[in-house]
């Protein structure tokens, strides 16, 4: 199987994707630490935001919320659990974050909240209850790996 071909399969898991290269490419600049309780902590962050969080705001669910409950009801759906998924992660962020959501190295958590911060605009909610969140996204901004990948930054990006 080529690198090609694991991709293909990975597509549309975000989690399963960022675990293929930091197991493909451990010694590149590692998403996760030695340490198997920091990485089970890391991992927890992730899971709340991919498992919790990001498939609640789906297009395939909030289509099917629209089509059972009506057009205002899916950003309501997904505001709300972004709503309490960052209240949770804000309350765990607290406790674990440095520059970045464990300390001062980028791990998976980072990666994984950077779309979920840049979706939460889409669905108008209030970043201001969560400063923890804010100040790590402003750390990540910084770096030239994240301003590259943002997608107005993209070669297909269309000009404004």
């Excluded at 911060?117 to 209850?129: C, E, G, K, L």
């Amino acid at each position: 199987m080529t690198s090609g071909d694991v991709f293909d399969t990975l597509t549309d898991r975000e989690a399963g994707g960022l675990q293929y290269l930091e197991e493909k490419f451990p010694e590149k600049r590692p998403l996760l630490p030695k340490d198997l309780l920091q990485r089970a902590h890391i991992y927890q962050v992730v899971f709340l935001m991919s498992a919790n969080i990001q498939p609640l705001q789906n297009s395939r669910i909030l289509l099917e919320i629209e089509n059972k409950l009506g057009k205002e009801e899916p950003k309501k759906w997904a505001h709300h659990f972004i709503v309490k998924g960052f209240t949770a992660l804000e309350q765990i962020l607290e406790k674990t974050a440095g520059k970045y959501c464990f300390g001062d190295n980028v791990t998976l958590a980072d990666i994984v909240l950077i779309p979920q911060v840049a979706t939460s605009s889409y669905f108008q909610v209030d970043m201001a209850p969560y400063p923890t969140i804010q100040r790590v996204m402003k750390a990540l901004y910084e770096l030239p790996e994240v301003k590259a990948s943002l997608p107005a930054n993209q070669p297909d990006a269309p000009k404004s």
